[in-house]
């Protein structure tokens, strides 16, 4: 509260309390937790509880439980039938802006930083987003623009993101199923009631 105050002095700002609300990575500084700002979905929430506030104002405090995946394949993700370009295919993706390991695939948008911090090699799947944002009940249509294996740390594109894929991950021998120039549709859900947070 001191640090805030002493920033906020400047410009006559007034510190009146503090909540240690979350816990963070100390390799990025990014929540552990649920991060959802004006709808959109800043990252993912690794299974924890958390507070939601409502457009209207309401309140509630539960688990989001918010789920990714990305689909190929298909015009929307209400579809069954593939499109004539690709064979249907549904991914897990695993976590949104969290440092990348080898528990599933980890999407990183512009909000994460400059680039995926991965520590270790896997394959990096670069997308450029031709529309859409990720929001629960809601999707981002983007182009596969460039697949970058046996490497890390890629550079995210501030119009698009990077799917990370470690080698050791379940869902590894799966994603090799794309190829560059791949449309995609990547679907966030949650629980019910986090649909408007």
């Known amino acids: 509260a001191k640090t805030v105050q002493t920033q906020l002095a400047e410009n006559a700002g007034r510190v009146v309390g503090g909540i240690n609300g979350d816990f963070y990575s100390m390799q990025t500084g990014i929540p552990i937790g649920v991060m ?5 979905i800043l990252c993912s929430d690794a299974g924890a509880a958390a507070i939601g506030i409502r457009s209207d104002g309401s309140c509630l ?28 295919l549904t991914l897990p993706v695993a976590h949104i802006n969290k440092l990348p390991a080898v528990w599933g695939a980890y999407l990183c948008t512009p909000a994460f930083g400059k680039t995926t911090c991965a520590a270790e090699n896997g394959t990096e799947y670069v997308f450029r987003t031709e529309e859409g944002r990720l929001a629960v009940g809601q999707s981002v249509t983007a182009v596969l623009a460039e697949i970058r ?9 501030e119009d698009g993101f990077v799917i990370v894929v470690h080698a050791a991950c379940q869902a590894a021998g799966a994603y090799r199923a794309l190829a560059v120039g791949d449309r995609v549709q990547i679907a966030c859900t949650a629980a019910e009631g986090w649909e408007d947070v």
């Open 149 to 157: 294996e046996d490497t890390k740390n890629t550079e995210i594109p």
């Open 61 to 88: 405090i539960g688990q989001p439980t918010i789920k990714t995946v990305l689909h190929r394949g298909l015009e929307n993700e209400a579809d069954i039938a593939p499109t004539a370009d690709a064979e249907a």
């Open 36 to 40: 959802i700002g004006d709808g959109t």
